[in-house]
C-alpha cells in the first residue's frame, strides 16, 4: 500500500523502507569472519490510514525457510519507532529503532541491528548482533537491495 499522506514527520521518516527489498544474508562468525550466504525478500507495507509499517520477511537460512512479521510504530515523543516481531514458530521479540539520516539502528533485548540506507533510498545495509551473556556478537549482515 503507498502512503501518500503521513500523521506525523516521524511517520514520513518511516516510509524510506515502505517497498520491496530483496536481501543477502552473509553468516558472521563470532571472530568477524564470513560463513554461509541466505537470501530473503523482505516487503514494507503501510496498514490502512498509515499508523502502523508492516515488515514481512520470507528467507531461506540453512535449507530453512524462515517467515516473520513485525509491525513498527512511531513514538512521537522519542523520536524513534517501536516494533514487535512474530515469527512462524510462536516467537515474539521487541525492539525499539531510530533513523537518524541515513543510519538505521534497532535495539532489542538480545539482538540489536546497525545500518545504513543509501541516499538514493536503494540500498539497506548492516550487521546484526545477539547478546552472548554481556557481550555482544555479530552473527549476520545484511545487504537489502531495492526490487521496485
Known amino acids: 500500500m503507498t502512503q501518500t499522506t503521513f500523521h ?3 511517520h514520513r521518516r518511516l516510509d524510506v523502507l515502505a517497498g520491496a527489498w530483496e536481501a543477502t544474508l552473509i553468516a558472521l562468525q563470532p571472530d568477524g ?3 554461509g550466504v541466505s537470501f530473503a ?3 514494507y507495507t503501510w496498514m490502512p490510514n498509515g499508523h ?3 515488515h514481512e520477511v520470507d528467507a ?4 530453512q525457510r ?3 512479521t513485525e509491525i513498527i510504530g512511531v513514538d512521537v515523543e522519542s523520536g524513534g519507532f517501536f516494533s514487535r516481531s512474530y515469527d512462524a514458530d510462536g516467537g515474539t521479540s521487541d525492539f525499539t529503532s531510530r533513523l537518524d539520516g541515513g543510519r538505521y539502528t534497532i535495539q532489542g533485548q538480545s539482538q540489536r541491528f546497525d545500518g545504513v540506507i543509501s541516499s538514493d533510498r536503494q540500498l539497506l545495509t548492516g550487521e546484526w548482533e545477539h547478546r552472548v551473556g554481556d557481550d555482544w556478537i555479530p552473527f549476520v549482515r545484511i545487504v537489502l537491495e ?3
Open 8 to 10: 506525523s514527520g516521524h
Open 33 to 35: 569472519s564470513t560463513g
Open 41 to 43: 525478500s523482505d516487503v
Open 60 to 63: 531461506m537460512m540453512d535449507g
Open 66 to 68: 524462515v517467515r516473520s
Open 52 to 54: 502502523f509499517l508492516v
Open 146 to 148: 531495492r526490487a521496485e
